[in-house]
């Protein structure tokens, strides 16, 4: 009887360290996995640009963040805004740019076509648009709030478009 009673007790004690220590994997492993989602996560951002007198207007149509990882992210520091682009920056809390990309213009479309017979030349023209859907993805960082875009007109002026509110952080 003694001897059931000792093995009963070592087998107990056994199976609880077992279980405490299969336990304790599975929540490293949960915190590891949350902090890897919020690091190796991709922001898809889709806006709708108006031409508009006197000044275009953009407004966020849907955020996502899903996961992965974008190797080329093309997002870097930009001093100047050439003729013709639209720089899209990514803010912080404090109105800090976290990143910065140049696009061309979404209401600038170069359209290439011949002409006529004339098949072995291409011609380009430059079309200027009301409005367009256009769509930026970055990876994702939790630091991000504001999306900001600048723009120079016809006459070199810089223009900022008002500041688009991430608010509340995408989860």
Known sequence: MKKRII???ILLSLVGCKTLHH???ISEETSKNTQIDTLNSILSLEFH???GEPVDSI???NFSKVKGYLNLDKFTEIPVIPKGKLKCSLLD??????????????LSMIAE???GNDSQ????ETLKLEKKYFSLRTNYSPSMMYISFETKDSAD??????LINLYPPVD
């Open 7 to 9: 093995f009963s007790s």
């Open 23 to 25: 336990n304790r994997i």
């Open 49 to 51: 640009i108006y031409k």
């Open 59 to 61: 407004s966020l149509i």
């Open 93 to 106: 809390s404090n109105k800090q740019v976290i990143k910065s990309i140049l696009i061309d213009h979404p």
């Open 113 to 115: 076509y011949t002409e």
């Open 121 to 124: 030349r291409l011609h380009k």
């Open 157 to 162: 002026n810089l223009y900022s478009y008002p």
